[in-house]
């Protein structure tokens, strides 16, 4: 009984430290010095392969989260575990904090990019490095001062490694389908 009663004080505690966890503030110039953000004056939307060039990754990346202002989230494997706030003007914000769903998975790994876009202002568009940021996933972004009085933020999203099975786990799923089809022989 008391095990289950101190488990039961770490899950809220850890769930109650997360929320009231100090959020990360990012703005445009957030990371000139330590080379955690890249900007470009493309004013379309920049596809995978064209942000990994952008940051210099090597690897594939994948969305794993993204929401546009005024329309519904989109449907990428993180949608139920964030939530986009847009703040000042609605249609046309220039502020937005991404706040983690307690409960839901988080994003882990490397690398995790955040792109914000606006596309009708030079710059277009920010892409920040939230690993080398520190970011731990669970952590609100608070976005401020994006395009204030000349534009807005028309969308975030976040993109990062595409998930590669390691060895080990192939190597048991390989045992696995074996043992089921001695099985199955038998």
Do not use: C
Request: charged fraction near 20%.
């Amino acid at each position: 009984m008391r095990k289950g009663i101190g488990l039961l004080f770490v899950v809220l505690l850890t769930v109650t430290s997360a929320a009231l966890a100090d959020p990360m503030v990012i703005t445009p110039s957030t990371g000139i010095l330590n080379l955690t953000r890249w900007e470009g004056t493309e004013t379309g939307n920049l596809n995978l392969a064209a942000i990994a060039s952008k940051v210099g990754y090597g690897g594939i990346l994948e969305e794993w989260y993204k929401q546009d202002v005024g329309l519904p989230e989109a449907a990428l494997p993180f949608a139920p575990s964030y939530t986009t706030t847009f703040s000042n003007d609605p249609s046309d914000p220039a502020d937005a904090d991404i706040e983690w769903v307690p409960g839901e998975p988080w994003i882990t790994g490397s690398p995790i990019y955040l792109y914000v876009k606006d596309g009708n202002q030079d710059p277009a568009w920010y892409i920040f490095d939230l690993v080398a940021a520190g970011w731990d996933g669970k952590e609100t972004l608070e976005l401020r001062d994006f395009w204030p009085r000349q534009g807005a933020i028309s969308h975030v999203e976040f993109v990062g490694a595409t998930s590669v099975p390691e060895p080990l786990t192939l190597v048991l799923l390989g045992a696995g389908l074996i043992g089921l089809g001695l099985l199955r022989r038998r």
